[in-house]
């Protein structure tokens, strides 16, 4: 099965395959060679993600600003 371009995955999709890959991980039951791919793509996942939160973070701060509200703290 080939998996999907990570630019076309919604932030959940890319959770849930982060999700697969600790549990594969987790269970050792993976070649060193997997185990690396496995990694790699978990990682572009992780960046993936962040900047999926960076960008709704950023949109949440439009609306506040935008009616008026004010911003009480940073998200982390």
Do not use: H, P, W
Request: proline content about 0%; glycine content about 4%.
């Amino acid at each position: 099965m080939e998996k999907k371009r990570i630019e076309e995955m919604t932030f959940e999709e890319s959770l849930q395959e982060l999700e697969e890959i600790n549990d594969k991980l987790e269970r050792n039951r993976v070649s060193l060679e997997e185990t690396i791919q496995l990694y790699e793509r978990g990682m572009e996942l992780i960046d993936y993600c962040s900047k999926k939160l960076e960008e709704a973070e950023g949109e949440i701060k439009k609306i506040m600003e935008k009616n008026g509200e004010e911003i009480l703290e940073v998200f982390e």
